[in-house]
């Protein structure tokens, strides 16, 4: 297990190093010089030479990326030439926003989405099953920016119970910041949840036939414990699958989302970035969320092992 | 095709998407009114004769431009979910058939796909080449990749380890050949599922794009575009963003219905249905 550990660890610094590689070159390619948007257009040629040694834009490409990534070791992800302030404090202010939303989205999605899917599948063909079945198929059709502007126009708007937008830093009022999260994560979660009701239920119904159910059975278990014991642990492998690729929607998702309630995340953030040209700003907040989506993959994986002792041993078919 | 026929479902699904895809290829050659034309003195009007949907804050035909934003959405996640298909279940498959080097290359590419979500693609490409429909495309194409490369693989491996796998093994079927014959047919259901997931999520994701600008540009228009037009306004004329919203839901419900009918139909497993299982 340690090894396997071991080796998915070393997968996803790979990983890493291959995305920011990407990240580098592609936003290397991108037009527009800082230094002369720094000096603006009347800028003499010689100023903005001048300017380009001291940000060390003339130095080769491998060595800028190196020194990218040796600073970013070291928590220095440079300074934003726009906001005239370190990137890593911008995106860290930021980040304060993005990842309770997802996090809060993912909370939901899942305390709502598996009971739901068990439920379902327990009940297959039965009434519930189909109204649990129909409530998740609207769900999972709903953009969860357009159900933002629903549940603003209710909530917001006609009850008056949570503010339509904006947001109040954590540290001036937690409440009042909690609240603003809380139509956005909802709006963010409801797809999620359908989506993972949906899966759950098809794992399990698709495990309810296998042999060991019946073998469960023979043995003297009850239906129920048979799917409890047996089912749902067999059924957690494509689920945790989704789990997997659910955070990267969730934390992609905020950044559309925000849009709608006028939260400072990080897509507000990344938008100005590329807008103003402010390409160390791009980066460094391009690599956070690529890090916090393959550390979720990392987790899922091993996650995986745990749940099915089979894969940890198996190297080839 | 007539025990396809004997799944309700599936024909209320299809008949729907069906309808649907008409409405946007008739855009093609007719709308009742062009969607270009801008009228401002007849702005917001509420649904008539003249106006089956009304107007929106330009003044435009809300039916013209449902119509042919409906083809655009259909069109962008269409050919994204065939760029994921094609490339990402050949991955999944190879990692498991082949295991060892192969799927530790498929995980990494499949991970380091996925560290780039549709949107972070999309930004990236419009920083570099500009906003448009395209980029939708590639962007929502790309993140289909990994997630049909890992669902294959997932649904895969447990079926590698089942008997009929090594028997196959042992008849001298390569490597290739059981992946084709016995791993695939085994894992239709989960990408046939995944398919319609990724389809609705394409247009939804269209959707996404469009609304923060990153999409279909004017004067094209798309169902998301729509609802960026509306989004100003949205608290006073609300009509225009229920509009081309509950499209999109009615389209993404059509599809799913069909894709779940599918599925119904296709899987050898739940057609003959073992009751006493589940009983």
């Known amino acids: ?317 | 095709m007539r025990r396809l026929l004997s799944h309700p479902s599936l024909v209320i699904g299809l008949v729907a998407t069906v309808i649907f895809l008409v409405i946007g290829l008739l855009s093609l050659v007719w709308t009742p009114y062009p969607i270009e034309q801008i009228d401002i003195g007849r702005r917001y009007l509420g649904p008539s004769a003249a106006h089956w949907l009304g107007t929106d804050n330009l003044g435009r035909d809300l039916a013209s431009l449902l119509m042919s934003g409906t083809w655009t959405s259909f069109l962008v996640a269409a050919v994204a979910v065939a760029i994921g298909v094609g490339l990402g279940v050949p991955l999944g498959l190879a990692a498991v058939a082949w295991g060892g080097a192969v799927e530790w290359l498929v995980l990494r590419l499949t991970d380091f796909v996925f560290a780039f979500p549709a949107v972070i693609v999309a930004i990236l490409i419009t920083a570099l080449i500009g906003p448009g429909a395209i980029n939708a495309i590639v962007a929502i194409g790309i993140f289909n990749i990994p997630v049909f490369a890992r669902v294959a693989r997932g649904g895969a491996l447990s079926i590698a380890t089942l008997d009929f796998v090594a028997a196959g093994r042992l008849a001298g079927l390569g490597r290739a050949m059981i992946a084709w014959r016995h791993l695939l047919p085994n894992i239709m259901s989960l990408i046939i599922v995944q398919g319609t997931i990724q389809t609705s999520l394409g247009i939804l994701a269209e959707a996404g794009l469009s609304y923060i600008g990153l999409g279909t540009q004017p004067p094209a228009t798309s169902l998301g575009l729509m609802l960026r037009d509306a989004q100003g306004v949205f608290l006073i004329h609300p009509w225009l963003t229920l509009v081309p919203g509950l499209a999109i839901v009615l389209i993404v419900i059509a599809l799913n219905i069909a894709g779940d009918g599918l599925r119904d139909a296709i899987d050898p497993r739940l057609r003959q249905g073992n009751p006493n299982v589940l009983a």
């Open chain 1, 1 to 317: 297990m340690i090894l396997f550990a071991l080796r998915r660890l070393f997968g996803f610094a790979v990983t890493l190093l291959v995305a920011a590689i990407v990240i580098f070159w592609l936003l290397d390619l991108l037009p527009g010089d800082p230094a002369q948007f720094m000096l603006g257009i009347n800028a003499t040629p010689e100023a903005v030479a001048r300017l380009r040694g001291q940000m060390g834009l003339d130095a080769p490409a491998h060595e800028r990326f190196i020194g990218w990534i040796l600073g970013m070791l070291q928590g220095d992800f440079g300074t934003s030439y726009t906001q005239r302030a370190p990137v890593a404090e911008l995106i860290g202010g930021r980040l304060g926003v993005t990842l309770p939303l997802a996090v809060f989205a993912m909370v939901i999605s899942m305390a709502v989405g598996l009971p739901l899917g068990i439920l379902a599948a327990r009940r297959r063909g039965k009434a519930l099953d189909t109204i649990i079945m129909v409530t998740a198929q609207t769900g999972v059709a709903i953009p969860n920016f357009w159900f933002g502007m629903l549940l603003t126009l209710l909530f917001a708007v006609t009850l008056r119970w949570l503010p339509p937008g904006g947001f109040t830093p954590w540290n001036e009022d937690s409440g009042a910041a909690l609240r603003g999260l809380v139509l956005p994560s909802l709006a963010l979660a409801l797809p999620q949840a359908s989506i993972l009701a949906r899966v759950m239920r098809t794992a399990l119904v698709d495990v309810t036939g296998q042999d060991y159910i019946r073998t469960a059975r023979a043995k003297g278990l009850t239906m129920g414990e048979a799917v409890w014991r047996h089912g749902v642990r067999n059924a957690l492998l494509p689920v945790l699958t989704i789990l997997g690729l659910q955070f990267a929607y969730l934390v992609a998702g905020t950044i559309i989302v925000e849009n709608v309630f006028y939260l400072p995340g990080l897509g507000r953030l990344i938008f100005t970035a590329i807008s103003e040209r402010d390409l160390i700003l791009v980066r460094g907040a391009t690599i956070i969320l690529v890090v916090t989506v393959t550390a979720t993959m990392l987790l899922t994986d091993i996650a995986y092992a745990l749940v099915d002792p089979r894969l940890r041993e198996r190297s080839t078919m």
